[in-house]
Nanobody
């Protein structure tokens, strides 16, 4: 049974940094696409950053250069380092996973394609 458990959320001032962690069990990162999504109140869930089994990464344009996704394959922990946070990035952040499809992890990153979700970690950025 796949389980994803996020940690590391919290409050920070605009311009600050936070690192989110997602402990994964019941899956091997060598077979799964993994990613981070976020959802602000009243808005749709959106993809933020993704990592494929081969270690390649993909980012939403809005976070390129500021966020970094990484994975500890030994411990099966997914990370999201967030720097230069903006007030509009207040949201619940979720990690997610799905089996790598034949066409790869980044052809589509729609939330509906992801089967497994963590419970979420709140990130609050004050201006």
């Amino acid at each position: 049974q796949v389980q994803l458990v996020e940690s590391g959320g919290g409050s920070v001032q605009a311009g600050g940094s936070l690192r989110l962690s997602c402990a994964a069990s019941g899956l091997t990162s060598s077979s799964y696409c993994m990613g981070w999504f976020r959802q602000a109140p009243g808005k749709e869930r959106e993809g933020v950053a993704f990592v494929a089994p081969d270690g390649s990464t993909h980012y939403a344009d809005s976070v390129k250069g500021r966020f970094t996704i990484s994975i500890d394959k030994v411990k099966n922990i997914l990370f999201l380092q967030m720097n230069s946070l903006k007030a509009e990035e207040n949201a619940m952040y979720y990690c997610a996973a799905r089996r790598r499809p034949p066409y790869g992890c980044f052809e589509s990153t729609r939330p509906a394609l992801y089967n497994y979700w963590g419970q979420g970690a709140q990130v609050t950025v004050s201006s």
